[in-house]
């Protein structure tokens, strides 16, 4: 198992201080997406969504892995 980072990056900046431990990047990236729908959905019950809010996955060395913005995490229909 490898410990990934998960930065919060939209109206504040939440940085990540523990991480969570996943077998593999591809898992991180997965949970990436998930918390990028949630925060998104919780912006959206409050009347404002930014579509290029993100998060940001870091590695144990602080290496980037993935960035996924919460543009990238939903469909959009018009």
Do not use: C, W
Request: avoid cysteine; hydrophobic fraction near 40%; proline fraction near 5%.
């Amino acid at each position: 198992m490898a410990r990934f980072f998960f930065h919060l990056y939209d109206d504040e900046v939440t940085l990540d201080p523990e991480g969570r431990e996943f077998p593999n990047a591809a898992a991180a990236k997965e949970k990436a997406i998930r918390y990028a729908r949630e925060i998104a959905s919780e912006e959206v019950l409050h009347g404002h969504l930014g579509l290029n809010h993100r998060i940001e996955v870091t590695d144990a060395n602080d290496a980037p892995v993935v960035t996924i913005t919460f543009k990238d995490a939903v469909q959009i229909h018009p």
